[in-house]
């Protein structure tokens, strides 16, 4: 990976876009296209409501039913498609469903309808005023590069910078009842094919899963996430995770602390990986220089979008920081967005990118995501999203929309379809 040349990320700077297309001497259709700016000519936001195949428990709760915002931008006549990762209650960070449709509506659909910009790369600039909801930000902007991939007929994840044709997937295992749940579990995913094992952990359901786990799959990879659900004091128990041979512990501590990781990782073994902590580049470069961790999970929603994502992938290249991209139980739109971010080159370790039917029994693109026996998923080489969006069973889907409109950034609500 080091030396290789990658293309240089359509997002570091503005023209990029342009160079990346004159460096690879395709898909430019005319000169003029160079200078064509992109006007927000309508925003839709909806709320749909779909059932998770089987529930999900974090240290933090256990869900089922998911409330999810789904962004839909109009420009030029082309549609593109974002997806809010927020959850139903403010537990993994402080955004849920329904404070991103108050500051979507609000304030995020204010500043950018009737927009007339070069590209993707200016959302964030546009939407500075509004500090946070990153989440509800990133739905925004990851529709806009939707829209982009498809006006400049490159596909998304070349458009980024990506580079892999295949990225590596891992699952996320909920916390189970008791040990031998979760070793039937691990057996059922790794037949599958996935290639990493990442299970969820809270005091009292930590050690004894761990063990189990290791003993009966001696060679897999295997991590622990557990959300934030220990204190420094713990230190000593954390310490005991070390003659495991995980890949990392996801977030030990706080949801907000950096600090305290940079004391927890200096007496544990086992790499601390940040996730919740990191919202920016900023704060990975951070995290990094106090040896906070010495992985980073990315998250598109959480950082604000492929912009910010981008930007966090390089500052982690930068410093061989190993990162991978992190779910939020995402519906196909976001999935889609989250492989094409998975095919930077900084993206070396596997993801919590799985296959749509480990959540849904249908999802809202087609074809749906899938991995292969030897677990990985294909990068898609058609511009936009790479997948259809199925608009009929996302009608089906809405209980409440909302549509902006550039002529007089007038609203209009809409009930179910
Ligand atoms: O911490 O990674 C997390 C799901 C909801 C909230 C937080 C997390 C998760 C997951 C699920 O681990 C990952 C997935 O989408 O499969
Ligand atoms: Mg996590």
Not at 125 to 140: D, V
Not at 148 to 157: F, K, N, Y
Not at 269 to 277: A, F, G, Q, V
Request: net charge neutral; hydrophobic share 40%.
């Amino acid at each position: 990976m080091a030396g290789r040349s990658a293309p240089r990320p359509a997002v570091q700077q503005r023209p990029a876009t342009k160079s990346t297309k004159a460096e690879t001497g395709r898909n430019i259709r005319s000169a003029s296209d160079w200078w064509q700016l992109l006007k927000i000519d309508a925003l839709i936001l909806r709320e749909i409501h779909v059932r998770l195949k089987s529930s999900f428990e974090t240290s933090f709760g256990k869900i089922w039913e998911r409330r999810i915002l789904l962004v839909e931008a109009c420009c030029d006549r082309l549609s593109g498609w974002g997806e809010v990762t927020a959850g139903e209650g403010p537990f993994y960070n402080p955004e849920t469903t329904d404070t991103s449709w108050s500051i979507f509506c609000s304030f995020v659909a204010p500043l950018a309808i009737g927009k007339n910009i070069e590209g993707p790369g200016d959302v964030p600039a546009l939407l500075a005023p509004i500090r946070g909801h990153e989440m509800t930000k990133a739905a925004l902007e990851n529709a806009l590069w939707d829209i982009e991939s498809q006006r400049l007929g490159t596909p998304l994840a070349l458009l980024l910078g990506g580079t892999a044709r295949e990225i590596a997937c891992g699952v996320s295992l909920g916390i189970q009842t008791n040990p031998e749940a979760l070793l039937s579990i691990i057996e059922r995913e790794l037949a599958a094919g996935y290639q990493r094992i990442k299970i969820k952990i809270k005091p009292g359901k930590d050690l004894e899963f761990i063990a189990a786990a290791r003993k009966c799959f001696p060679a897999v990879k295997l991590m622990v996430d557990a959300n934030s659900a220990y204190h420094l004091e713990q230190a000593a128990h954390l310490r005991e995770f070390d003659a495991y041979d995980l890949m990392m512990i996801e977030q030990p501590l706080a949801w907000d602390d950096i600090f305290d990781h940079a004391k927890l990782q200096s007496q544990i073994r086992t790499p601390i990986c940040l996730d919740e902590s990191i919202h920016n580049a900023s704060h990975a470069r951070a995290a990094i220089e106090l040896g906070a961790c010495r992985i980073i999970n990315i998250k598109l929603g959480r950082v604000g979008g492929h912009s910010e994502a981008c930007r966090v992938q390089e500052i982690c290249r930068q410093r061989s920081i190993p990162v991978w991209s992190g779910g939020m139980l995402e519906t196909g739109i976001g999935r889609a967005h989250n492989i094409a971010m998975s095919s930077l080159p900084g993206f070396t370790l596997p993801g919590d990118v799985s296959a749509s039917k480990r959540y849904w029994d249908e999802d809202i693109i087609e074809p749906e995501v899938e991995v292969t026996p030897k677990g990985t998923i294909v990068v898609p080489t058609t511009p936009g999203l790479g997948y259809s969006v199925r608009r009929k069973r996302i009608e089906q889907l809405t209980v409440r929309q909302q549509v902006f409109h550039a002529k007089d950034s007038e609203v209009s609500v809409k009930g179910a379809a």
